[in-house]
């Protein structure tokens, strides 16, 4: 049972332009939603977070929107860059269990120049 | 300061082998984790550990054993080598108290033939 889902698969945009990938989850005890950005043979790195008492978090070109109603959350990279061409995933934790992270299924993102 | 160094970062085994993966810290956190990385799965926890001498088992933890002798080392046992265990393996850890933010080491790349 895939706890959180995201969407799409992989994401071609032209330089300059919004990215966008999308997560839904399940369980409304997750209280933390962060995003991971990985590059090839790296591994994951956190990118930026956001819990859901704000709808909102802006760090720099990267915004994360989140609809608790709707039991879902985004990720938009603003000014795309061929730089941010990699792999991200979201996930999302609950207060009981140790932390644990339950991610998405990634999403790879190829900004073209 | 490595961080989380994981070794092998590469191996090849035939079916029905053994091995042991071993993830060391140098940040003195409290939790670490094992994770496996398949194509359009995400991340999927494998077993876990809230500190040292304690381990759990996380969403898919047939097949594999864990060790945490020590705070700094955390192990990932295979002990009949199967197929199904080809992947890419993570380690992660995180500061107790410190939800969603996770330190990855590089990876593991496992093929079993």
């Known amino acids: 049972q895939q706890q959180v889902k995201q969407s799409p698969q992989s994401l071609i945009v032209q330089k300059g332009g919004i990215s966008i990938i999308n997560c839904a989850y399940e369980?409304?005890?997750?209280?933390?939603f962060p995003w991971y950005q990985q590059f090839p043979g790296k591994g994951p790195a956190l990118l930026i977070a956001?819990?859901?008492?704000?709808s909102e978090k802006k760090e720099g070109r990267f915004t994360i929107s989140f609809n608790k109603s709707a039991k879902q959350f985004s990720l938009h990279i603003m000014d795309s860059q061929p730089g941010d061409s990699a792999t991200y995933f979201c996930?999302?934790?609950?207060?009981?269990?140790?932390?644990?992270?339950?991610f998405g299924q990634g999403t790879r993102l190829t900004i073209n120049p | 300061n490595a961080g989380v160094t994981q070794t092998p970062k590469f191996r090849v085994l035939k079916t029905g082998q053994s091995m042991t993966l071993l993830c060391a810290q140098d940040?003195?956190?409290?939790?670490m984790y094992w994770y496996r990385q398949d194509p359009g799965m995400g991340l999927r926890l494998i077993h876990y550990s809230v500190g040292e001498g304690t381990t759990a088992k996380g969403e898919v933890p047939d097949g594999y054993n864990v060790s945490r002798l020590k705070k700094q080392n955390f192990l990932l046992g295979l002990e009949s080598a199967a197929p199904s265990q080809t992947s890419v393996y993570f380690c992660?850890?995180?500061?107790?108290?410190?939800?969603?933010?996770?330190?990855f080491g590089e990876g593991s790349r496992l093929t079993v033939l």
């Open positions: 992660a850890i995180t500061r107790q108290g410190v939800a969603g933010e996770l330190f």
């Open positions: 996930a999302a934790s609950s207060p009981q269990g140790a932390q644990k992270l339950v």
């Open positions: 369980n409304t005890a997750f209280d933390y």
């Open positions: 956001i819990r859901p008492d704000v």
């Open positions: 940040m003195n956190h409290e939790y």
